[in-house]
């Protein structure tokens, strides 16, 4: 009976651990929904935007902007990585480390001073493990990063980069496609003409600009603009990422759970019944004893 007993009470713990799993899909479909449909209403902007910077870059005008230009001989470079801060996201992080980590031994062997910032528990906690040092680090942002709080960081990297303190930026993070489809990239968002576009995004790129009042007031304005756009839009792909990404772990978590469960109750019932065949076959024995 110690058997049937075990087996009953471990599959009590694992319907208890699918309801949980099961929970967590739900509340992870409905932050993904929230969280998808601010990132696509952010993404067309983006788009039109960095389409107009890139135009402008690639235009040849004689007015230029410290940010569009490429520097000669960089020294100095930042790379930021956005990670979670919780986990139960199945590959979600670790497809992140597989991108930096490569990235960033490339930097260092390249420049004389990296800086690494690292966004989210997750991301903070491998760097240490793995004793990376980190400048800057981020445990605020969640499935709805506001566009205040990337300001911020943004701020600081274009103070950065038009002091000479650093030369180029790099940002790693999981890029939102489609449901099906999410991708660890890296985008170099400074300087903003090295930003490499889709081809949907290349279209139109031959215009010609009249500047009114004057190209140096709209380009002060559109140029870091573009940035700020840009890095939000990095920081919302990353979100939605995550709660697919943990969507998906949670449904397979209660899948198993479910196929374990079925397991156990085929085992149990076996166990069960070769106690009670036992059992009568005692009884059987008793009555003959009697018997004779």
């Known amino acids: 009976m110690a058997n049937a007993r075990a087996l009953d009470k471990r599959r ?3 319907r208890n651990i699918r309801k949980i799993t099961r929970t967590m899909e739900l509340i992870a479909t409905a932050r993904f929904r929230k969280a998808m449909d601010r990132a696509a209403a952010a993404t067309d902007y983006t788009e039109r935007i960095t389409q107009i910077v890139a135009s402008l870059a690639a235009a040849g005008l004689e007015v230029q902007h410290p940010l569009l230009e490429a520097r000669p001989d960089p020294r100095a470079a930042s790379c930021l990585v ?3 801060n919780r986990g139960l996201c199945g590959g979600y992080n670790s497809s ?8 960033i031994e490339e930097l260092r062997k390249s420049m004389d001073h990296l800086n690494i910032d690292v966004s989210g528990k997750r991301g903070i906690g491998a760097f240490k ?11 605020q942002f969640d499935d709805q990063p506001k566009f205040a709080e990337v300001e911020q960081i943004a701020n600081k990297y274009l103070a950065a ?8 930026l790099d940002v790693v993070y999981t890029k939102f496609h489609s449901v099906a489809k999410q991708e660890a990239v890296i985008e170099t968002l400074l300087p903003l003409g090295a930003i490499d576009l889709d081809e949907e995004e290349a279209t139109g790129l031959s215009a010609d600009y009249e500047f009114l009042p004057s190209a ?13 756009i840009r ?4 920081f919302l792909d990353a979100a939605v990422s995550e709660q697919v990404a943990r969507m998906v772990a949670m449904k397979s978590a209660t899948e198993n759970a479910g196929e374990i469960i079925k397991q156990l109750s085929m085992t149990y019932n076996r166990a069960r019944q070769s106690q009670i065949t036992g059992e009568i076959m005692e009884i059987i024995g008793g009555v003959e004893a009697l018997a004779n």
Do not use: M
């Open 216 to 228: 140096e007031s709209i380009l002060e304005e559109v140029v870091p603009t573009s940035f700020k």
């Open 82 to 84: 956005l990670t979670s």
């Open 231 to 234: 890095l939000f839009k990095c």
């Open 129 to 139: 493990f793995r004793g990376i040092k980190t400048n800057d680090t981020y445990q």
């Open 12 to 14: 009590k713990s694992i």
């Open 161 to 168: 980069y038009a002091a000479g303190e650093i030369d180029r």
């Open 96 to 103: 992140i480390f597989r991108r930096a980590l490569p990235r």
